[in-house]
Nanobody, 117 residues
Framework: QAELVESGGGLVQAGGSLRLSCAASGSAFRHYVMAWYRQVPGKQRELVAGITTGGSTNYADSVKGRFTISRDNAKKTMNLQMNSLKPEDTAVYFC???????????WGQGTQVTVSS
């Protein structure tokens, strides 16, 4: 069992930066593929960035070159550095942890990111 808690959301002007963090409980963090998703009202939740247990990363085309995902297995945390933010980045951002081999998946409660123009 794991609990995920996001932090770092807020209001920022276009062009600014925010850093989101996701802290996990439990002892299995190193086994989880971690990811950030985001969702706006009326739309499906979309993948923003993911990072494997080995540190390989992938990004949505819309955030490539602006966002950087990272993880610290010792601290059981995952971060998302968001630079050059745009109004279209406005959404609730969710932390996701998935351990496919044992069919475990967890979500955080979400943190609001608002980018003003």
């Amino acid at each position: 069992q794991a609990e995920l808690v996001e932090s770092g959301g807020g209001l920022v002007q276009a062009g600014g930066s925010l850093r989101l963090s996701c802290a996990a409980s439990g002892s299995a963090f190193r086994h989880y593929v971690m990811a950030w998703y985001r969702q706006v009202p009326g739309k499906q939740r979309e993948l923003v960035a993911g990072i494997t247990t080995g540190g390989s990363t992938n990004y949505a085309d819309s955030v490539k070159g602006r966002f950087t995902i990272s993880r610290d297995n010792a601290k059981k945390t995952m971060n998302l550095q968001m630079n050059s933010l745009k109004p279209e980045d406005t959404a609730v951002y969710f932390c996701n942890a998935r351990w496919q081999a044992v069919a475990q998946e967890y979500w955080g409660q979400g943190t609001q990111v608002t980018v003003s123009s």
